[in-house]
């Protein structure tokens, strides 16, 4: 993962795919979100989404699962290259996250994030505030889901 | 009877819950959807900015859709929301906290584009025992109006 120095507004991260399975779909709705369009084909497909669509938490939730799969990958990465690894902070949360098309069984979104703005910390000098539009692009292409996230992201030169 | 966008007039509010939330949840959401040290082990979780053990932030936005199912949406026409405005995370959730959620309607309008339905804003906010704010968010969803209203 960056430090803070590291980042550039407009810097782009590809995070890979997920193709959300009915299986899927099924069990996270049956925890978190059972509404009838979340649970059944026949259901989905009565209702304005076409089909068997995954909750929008879980969409959001597997976006986060891609993002930390690909920032551990990097921090790996840097280690064995012998460089210090940045450990992200959490989150104070984010604005604008649209569900724009429905994540229907089979579908495959692939996550990306873009940088769109940086700024110190006045509270914590040890560490920088970015924000990050996230996004999930089905296999048309179609931007199904984003979100402007906002992480508190440790300083390379502050005792991190 | 199925609640319609009718029955979420402005400032009409709820709580519900309490909603108790065990250790072994919070590592298995964070285990499948967030891996951090933060949300799974609680040696490296005492030394980030959280202090130790905490549930992940997509955990408990989760639960606080199915305390709002659990509330009302499971009784109402919900079609679905259109996204979230606005969510701050405030505190961290940690095991065995007991949530409870206090929604309210902050705004309500017929859709434009699909006058059978409507476009309710709710503001809920989930809360510890201790009575501290963990969550805040603003979302929309959109709700049918009654049978037979039109326009």
């Given at each position: 993962?960056?430090?803070?120095?590291?980042?550039?507004?407009?810097?782009?991260?590809?995070?890979?795919?997920?193709?959300?399975?009915?299986?899927?779909?099924?069990?996270?709705?049956?925890?978190?979100?059972?509404?009838?369009?979340?649970?059944?084909?026949?259901?989905?497909?009565?209702?304005l989404?076409?089909?068997?669509?995954?909750?929008?938490?879980?969409?959001?939730?597997?976006?986060?699962?891609?993002?930390?799969?690909?920032?551990?990958?990097?921090?790996?990465?840097?280690?064995?290259?012998?460089?210090?690894?940045?450990?992200?902070?959490?989150?104070?949360?984010?604005?604008?996250?649209?569900w724009?098309?429905?994540?229907?069984?089979?579908?495959?979104?692939?996550?990306?994030?873009?940088?769109?703005?940086?700024?110190?910390?006045?509270?914590?000098?040890?560490?920088?505030?970015?924000?990050?539009?996230?996004?999930?692009?089905?296999?048309?292409?179609?931007?199904?889901?984003?979100?402007?996230?906002?992480?508190?992201?440790?300083?390379?030169?502050?005792?991190? | 009877?199925?609640?319609t966008f009718e029955?979420f007039p402005v400032?009409?509010?709820?709580?519900?819950?309490?909603?108790?939330?065990?250790?072994?949840?919070?590592?298995?959401?964070?285990?499948?959807?967030?891996?951090?040290?933060?949300?799974?082990?609680?040696?490296?979780?005492?030394?980030?900015?959280?202090?130790?053990?905490?549930?992940?932030?997509?955990?408990?936005?989760?639960?606080?859709?199915?305390?709002?199912?659990?509330?009302?949406?499971?009784?109402a026409a919900s079609l679905g929301s259109p996204g979230v405005n606005?969510?701050?995370?405030?505190?961290?959730?940690?095991?065995?906290?007991?949530?409870?959620?206090?929604?309210?309607v902050a705004e309500a309008r017929v859709s434009k584009s699909r006058p059978e339905t409507g476009i309710v804003t709710f503001?809920?906010?989930?809360?510890?025992?201790?009575?501290?704010?963990?969550?805040?968010?603003v979302s929309p969803i959109i709700i049918s109006r009654?049978?037979?209203?039109?326009?």
């Amino acid at each position: 993962m960056h430090f803070f120095e590291d980042i550039e507004v407009g810097q782009r991260r590809e995070a890979g795919s997920f193709t959300f399975t009915a299986e899927d779909i099924k069990r996270f709705a049956r925890q978190f979100d059972p509404q009838r369009f979340h649970l059944s084909e026949e259901e989905g497909r009565n209702s304005l989404f076409g089909g068997l669509a995954a909750s929008g938490w879980h969409v959001a939730s597997v976006c986060m699962k891609m993002m930390v799969a690909d920032g551990q990958r990097e921090a790996r990465e840097a280690a064995a290259r012998g460089e210090r690894v940045a450990v992200w902070g959490p989150s104070p949360g984010f604005r604008e996250l649209r569900w724009l098309q429905p994540v229907l069984v089979g579908d495959t979104l692939s996550f990306a994030g873009i940088v769109e703005a940086k700024r110190t910390s006045a509270s914590r000098p040890e560490w920088g505030i970015v924000q990050i539009r996230n996004s999930g692009t089905n296999q048309r292409g179609e931007l199904a889901f984003s979100f402007l996230a906002t992480a508190f992201v440790p300083r390379r030169d502050a005792g991190a | 009877m199925t609640l319609t966008f009718e029955d979420f007039p402005v400032g009409r509010s709820g709580t519900f819950g309490p909603r108790h939330v065990t250790r072994e949840e919070i590592l298995a959401f964070a285990a499948e959807f967030d891996p951090q040290p933060m949300h799974l082990d609680e040696e490296a979780a005492k030394r980030t900015m959280l202090g130790g053990l905490s549930g992940s932030g997509w955990h408990l936005c989760s639960l606080m859709m199915r305390m709002m199912f659990d509330g009302f949406i499971g009784r109402a026409a919900s079609l679905g929301s259109p996204g979230v405005n606005e969510l701050r995370w405030l505190a961290p959730l940690r095991p065995g906290d007991d949530l409870t959620l206090e929604v309210e309607v902050a705004e309500a309008r017929v859709s434009k584009s699909r006058p059978e339905t409507g476009i309710v804003t709710f503001k809920g906010v989930a809360f510890n025992a201790k009575g501290e704010a963990l969550c805040e968010m603003v979302s929309p969803i959109i709700i049918s109006r009654r049978e037979g209203v039109r326009g």
